[in-house]
């Protein structure tokens, strides 16, 4: 057990429609970062926040979007959902910032299934 | 931009040893890290090297060589617990300054 915690753990949806996802950091951590991964696109970075703070963005489609609250757990929204967002997606916290992100904690993950 | 190549499958016998490598190209480097993956589970954090040589924890190490873009994970006495994906992952601090860029990863298969 990680100690990042993850809600839900799967998640079945149509097409066009919004979801979102939850994740609570180890607890001291103050970045968290979202991840996708798919078969054939391995694990995605998506976003990284630090204490409240956008920190980092990867290829984070323009419909999806993330924040951090003052108690630092994490929201993923994904909203016009497609058949292509279906995969896993994990969020990880680490201790730090920039120069602690080598060694993050995963949370167990959301399978989204879009339908 | 960043590059990491690793072999997408390695298959070997339990009680062995087997050594999975990483090659990366990276705008700037500050240290290889190493994931595992089991089916099915988030990927756990095995070990990290910032300079070069050889870093040891139980059964795994992992060895870095930043002169060469080179680095690998070696693991001895395999069990068939071993038997998941491993990703080697670098920080990219380009246009994109990605906290952790990881490798395609390598599916390692233990067997009796």
């Known amino acids: 057990d990680s100690g990042v915690t993850q809600t839900p753990k799967h998640l079945i949806t149509a097409t066009g429609q919004r979801v979102t996802l939850r994740c609570s950091p180890r607890?001291?951590?103050?970045?968290v970062y979202w991840y996708q991964q798919s078969l054939d696109q391995g694990l995605q970075f998506l976003i990284q926040y630090y204490n409240g703070e956008e920190r980092a963005k990867g290829n984070i489609l323009e419909r999806f979007s993330a924040q951090q609250f003052p108690d630092l757990h994490s929201e993923l929204n994904l909203s016009s959902l497609e058949l292509g967002d279906s995969a896993l997606y994990f969020c990880?916290?680490?201790?730090?910032?920039?120069?602690?992100?080598?060694?993050?904690?995963f949370g167990p993950g959301t399978r989204l299934t879009v339908t | 931009g960043q590059s990491l190549e690793q072999p997408s499958e390695v298959t070997a016998v339990e009680g062995a040893i087997v050594q999975i490598n990483c090659t990366y190209q990276?705008?700037?480097?500050?240290?290889l890290s190493w994931y595992q993956q089991h089916d099915g589970g988030a990927p756990t954090f095995l070990s990290y090297?910032?300079?070069?040589g050889l870093e040891e924890t139980g059964r795994f190490s992992s060895f870095l060589s930043r002169s060469d873009s080179y680095g690998y994970l070696l693991l001895q006495e395999l069990q068939m617990k071993d038997s998941a994906s491993y990703f080697c992952?670098?920080?990219?601090?380009?246009?994109?300054?990605?906290?952790?860029?990881f490798g395609k990863g390598t599916r390692l298969s233990v067997i009796a």
């Open positions: 090297n910032a300079l070069d």
């Open positions: 990880a916290s680490s201790v730090g910032g920039d120069g602690y992100s080598y060694e993050q904690y």
């Open positions: 990276t705008s700037g480097f500050y240290g």
């Open positions: 607890s001291g951590d103050l970045s």
């Open positions: 992952a670098v920080r990219d601090l380009g246009a994109g300054n990605t906290p952790l860029v």
